[in-house]
């Protein structure tokens, strides 16, 4: 928690109090006005704290629905981000999210490891808890090296997640 009350994001040291802040309005100012989202979840060093200074931005961005391409989406996200750093954002859809998920999607592991949610409607937090479920019961879990493995079976289902109501 920060002297100001709001919750640390945790992205770096005291320095990048600024990126904290810039991150929230790219979200909460810029994203959310154009596109629906579901989750924003910071990944990679700066969620791990091992950033150093001029590390980049990760972000998982994940959307309800979207009618452009993966390249599109990448492109209109990107054009938004006017911080010095560079981003790097990885948008996907619920359902795509939970494909990669099911497919052990590296990055989508990564986050759900330990990424640090930014914004959650819920949906991040349930993919998240079905995938710590899949942890324990051995479905899913990481080699030796440090690399995923292929998961065992599905580690979660659109049911789990979206209830009793169909998604497509």
């Given at each position: 928690?920060?002297?100001d009350g709001r919750e640390d994001l945790g992205v770096g040291s005291l320095e990048d109090e600024d990126l904290e802040e810039e991150l929230r309005?790219?979200?909460?100012?810029k994203l959310l006005n154009k596109f629906e989202v579901v989750s924003v979840i910071l990944i990679g060093s700066r969620a791990r704290g091992d950033s150093l200074?001029?590390?980049d931005v990760d972000l998982l961005v994940i959307l309800e629905r979207c009618d452009m391409s993966y390249f599109e989406r990448v492109q209109s996200i990107i054009s938004l981000w006017k911080h010095r750093l560079v981003l790097n954002v990885f948008p996907y859809t619920t359902?795509?999210?939970?494909?990669?998920t099911n497919r052990g999607f590296i990055t989508v592991l990564d986050a759900l490891e330990h990424?640090?949610?930014?914004?959650d409607n819920g949906f991040f937090s349930r993919l998240r808890e079905k995938?710590?479920?899949?942890?324990?019961?051995?479905?899913?879990?990481?080699?030796k090296r440090g690399w995923w493995k292929v998961p065992t079976r599905k580690i979660v289902n659109n049911e789990d997640i979206f209830g009793g109501k169909e998604e497509t």
């Open positions: 928690m920060r002297k309005e790219f979200v909460y100012r200074k001029g590390s359902l795509e999210t939970i494909r990669l990424g640090v949610i930014i914004y995938f710590r479920e899949a942890l324990k019961s051995g479905i899913i879990a990481r080699s």
